[in-house]
């Protein structure tokens, strides 16, 4: 009886123990020492040269999202780490850090090409459309700046990197702050402030940013429709409509890796009616985000190692 009692003791100091100490999923790849601390994920310790040190990780920060989920375990974190790493994809951080909230990315080169399942290659021509579809929307450029605002390439980076951690404030925020880039960024290109390769680079990522604000508008209409909280995350297997000759289909056709999450084509209902498509727009949002931070961090290297 007593070395059962003692036995069963153990076990509870063991479980306890181990509810308090490190999340150590992918650690050897990540290098990120994380522990819960009062319901949150804190990180505890950041390994010098790994992927979280490169990416600006540091000891402190608390995880407010990791690919747009808030984990408050370590079971949870640990799911949503080694979803990313055996889909081969960015692990994208929203960290509360002092006062201030920082988005953080470790890209998809974190996993070093083991241990996760091989990324089919996206096509290399958009899918087709159908007899009676319409063209692509045409992408508008939008008017710079007015000439007494100060526009610098230093700025516009910065902005364009902020991008995601405005998405706390809410979609109207975010959309706002992504027009602005949008502008900022054709200010350059008027007042030749940057090199036409940093302009198109920087146009890209602002085009990323305006398909994530579909994206967004689209996950808003699945919550409407189904009935989901605010603070509830959206599916990746979620779908919703979309036709073609939109800004939806302009943005699938632009970008090769977002043709994963078409769910169905519009096709034509009749001779003048086309049915609806349908796409993962929680997908397509989180695809974009990646790619967006990857091409920014390879635009700022650039700048950097240029004299």
């Keep these: 009886m007593a070395r059962a009692l003692l036995t069963m003791i153990a076990l509870a100091l063991a479980t306890t123990?181990?509810?308090?100490?490190?999340?150590?999923?992918?650690?050897?790849?990540?290098g990120l020492t994380v522990v819960v601390r009062d319901g949150a994920v804190?990180?505890?310790?950041?390994?010098?040269?790994?992927?979280?040190?490169?990416?600006g990780?540091?000891?402190?920060?608390?995880?407010?999202?990791?690919?747009?989920?808030?984990?408050?375990?370590?079971?949870?974190?640990?799911?949503?780490?080694?979803?990313?790493?055996?889909?081969?994809?960015?692990?994208?951080?929203l960290v509360g850090r002092g006062d201030d909230e920082v988005a953080l990315a470790l890209g998809r080169k974190t996993w070093g090409g083991t241990g996760g399942?091989?990324?089919?290659?996206?096509?290399?021509?958009?899918?087709?459309?159908?007899?009676?579809?319409?063209?692509?929307?045409?992408?508008?450029t939008p008017e710079p700046l007015p000439a007494d605002v100060t526009v610098t390439l230093d700025s516009v980076v910065s902005d364009l990197g902020g991008l995601v951690g405005k998405t706390r404030t809410g979609l109207e925020s975010y959309r706002g702050a992504v027009t602005a880039s949008r502008r900022a960024v054709e200010t350059l290109a008027v007042r030749k402030a940057a090199t036409p390769d940093a302009v198109?680079?920087?146009?890209?990522?602002?085009?990323l940013h305006e398909t994530a604000v579909l994206a967004w508008e689209a996950m808003d209409t699945i919550r409407e429709r189904d009935g989901i909280a605010r603070r509830m995350p959206i599916s990746e297997a979620a779908s919703a409509p979309y036709?073609?000759?939109?800004?939806?289909?302009?943005?699938?056709?632009?970008?090769?890796?977002?043709?994963?999450?078409?769910?169905?084509?519009?096709?034509?209902?009749?001779?003048?009616?086309?049915?609806s498509g349908a796409w993962h727009p929680a997908a397509a949002r989180r695809l974009a985000w990646e790619h967006a931070g990857e091409e920014l961090g390879r635009l700022t290297a650039t700048l950097a190692s240029t004299p």
């Design 200 to 207: 198109t680079a920087l146009r890209r990522v602002a085009r």
């Design 243 to 275: 036709f073609s000759g939109t800004p939806t289909q302009s943005a699938l056709d632009e970008f090769d890796f977002l043709h994963e999450t078409i769910a169905s084509e519009p096709h034509a209902a009749y001779a003048f009616a086309e049915s």
């Design 117 to 140: 399942t091989a990324v089919a290659a996206p096509a290399e021509t958009p899918p087709s459309r159908g007899f009676f579809a319409r063209p692509a929307a045409p992408v508008e």
């Design 42 to 55: 804190v990180v505890s310790a950041v390994a010098p040269g790994s992927a979280a040190a490169a990416s």
């Design 57 to 93: 990780v540091r000891p402190g920060d608390v995880v407010m999202q990791a690919n747009g989920t808030v984990a408050r375990s370590c079971a949870e974190w640990g799911r949503t780490v080694g979803d990313a790493r055996d889909g081969a994809k960015a692990l994208l951080l």
């Design 17 to 30: 123990v181990g509810a308090k100490g490190p999340c150590d999923e992918a650690q050897d790849r990540t």
